[in-house]
């Protein structure tokens, strides 16, 4: 319970100054994640946190999924079809990539472990975050077609980094009944199943949510609690016959934006916050623990963070967008924005919940929460500064063009 009790003071003391903070470009993650550290057992000692358990996973499997099903639904449906190259070319071309170069750079850098666990720690940083990425997604000044794709990667890729992840996982451990037909099956259940699941109980819902409020069969108090429960649904129910929650997450979400008729824009805020709320418990309890997980840190986990926020990340997406029509800056601001954060939360817990025994789970779990602590204050500061170079950048070659 202090745990609880210091969370709420934080999100007090935040909310109190919230605006002087994000106007020196102090974002919330950032905010949260430092509070954690704080007061964790390592500095003040105020609270302690065993984070590889099942509460904080369910925590944060609930958190993204919230945030993913928000962000889809303001997703226009026309833009997401007419946009959906750029998306495509990141997810198709860029996240492969950036899983294979991150396998080659954590088997050259991080001696101590097995290849397959290299791979391991690749998988769990290829997904970018929603949540971290919100303030550039959510500015206008971005062009459309940019911030489309950022968002439809974000909602997409966690959900398809989870059976590459398990196939490295399945391969570290050598379980000598994986095949591959078995994983393509696998994948394809995943993938599709999640997609099918998603699409199904956000337009059935949304729908049926939109035919209530017309016909005044519900209470304005309970009407985006309904959509809530639509988010929670869809995930839990794709989970519950084999597909990817967080894609049933993000289908849902785009499918529910898109049936929900004039009322989803009025309820959409409200789902917005609670998944804010989510998000940021996750990333304090990710700060409380975060100094605890870098006991196996050494300079190589070092530069492999730093090369997974940059090289690794960039390089990948410099190639996938070759061709797109996307200019030299465009391409560098999407390269550059990939941070890393509940997602990668999320996939390392899972990685430590369901394999406690993984010889070298100490140093897994270091690459991602410094990569994760890295990508919380290198994309937080730059978010606002960058966005606003790169805006006016645009309006200059606007103007002279």
Request: aromatic share 6%; charged share 15%.
């Amino acid at each position: 319970m202090a745990e609880l009790g210091v969370l709420a003071v934080v999100v007090l003391a935040y909310g109190l100054v919230s605006r002087r903070l994000q106007s020196s470009s102090v974002t919330a993650p950032m905010a949260f994640v430092l509070a954690g550290v704080l007061v964790g057992p390592e500095l003040l000692g105020i609270a302690s946190v065993d984070i590889v358990g099942g509460p904080a996973l369910v925590l944060a499997e609930l958190a993204l999924a919230l945030v993913l099903f928000s962000d889809a639904a303001q997703i226009d449906f026309a833009t997401f079809r007419a946009r959906r190259n750029l998306p495509s070319r990141l997810l198709g071309i860029g996240m492969p990539l950036t899983i294979a170069a991150g396998v080659a750079a954590a088997a050259l850098l991080l001696t101590e472990i097995e290849f397959w666990e290299a791979a391991i720690v690749a998988a769990v940083l290829a997904p970018t975050d929603a949540a971290l990425g919100r303030t550039v997604i959510a500015d206008r000044r971005v062009p459309e077609r940019v911030r489309n794709g950022l968002n439809v990667e974000s909602g997409l890729n966690d959900g398809l980094s989870v059976p590459v992840l398990t196939l490295f996982v399945a391969l570290a451990v050598q379980e000598a009944d994986l095949a591959a037909a078995d994983w393509a099956v696998f994948a394809a259940e995943q993938i599709g199943l999640g997609a099918l699941v998603g699409a199904a109980v956000g337009a059935a819902g949304a729908w049926l949510l939109d035919r209530a409020i017309t016909r005044d069969l519900t209470a304005p108090a309970f009407q985006p609690l309904t959509l809530l429960a639509l988010a929670v649904l869809a995930f839990l129910a794709a989970d519950a016959v084999g597909g990817n929650g967080f894609i049933a997450a993000f289908v849902g979400g785009l499918a529910a934006g898109r049936f929900a008729g004039d009322h989803a824009a009025a309820l959409l805020d409200f789902l917005d916050d609670e998944g804010q709320l989510f998000s940021l418990a996750v990333f304090f309890l990710f700060g409380v623990a975060a100094l605890g997980l870098l006991d196996a840190a050494t300079w190589q986990v070092a530069l492999f963070a730093l090369l997974s926020l940059t090289l690794l990340r960039m390089g990948p997406v410099a190639v996938a967008l070759a061709g797109s029509g996307l200019d030299r800056r465009s391409v560098a601001f999407v390269g550059w924005f990939g941070p890393r954060g509940l997602a990668s939360i999320v996939l390392a817990l899972t990685v430590a919940e369901e394999q406690p025994g993984l010889p070298a789970l100490d140093v897994v779990l270091a690459a991602a929460t410094l990569t994760i602590l890295a990508s919380v204050v290198a994309h937080g500061l730059t978010a606002s500064p960058l966005t606003a170079a790169y805006t006016r950048a645009r309006a200059r070659r606007r103007s002279d063009g």
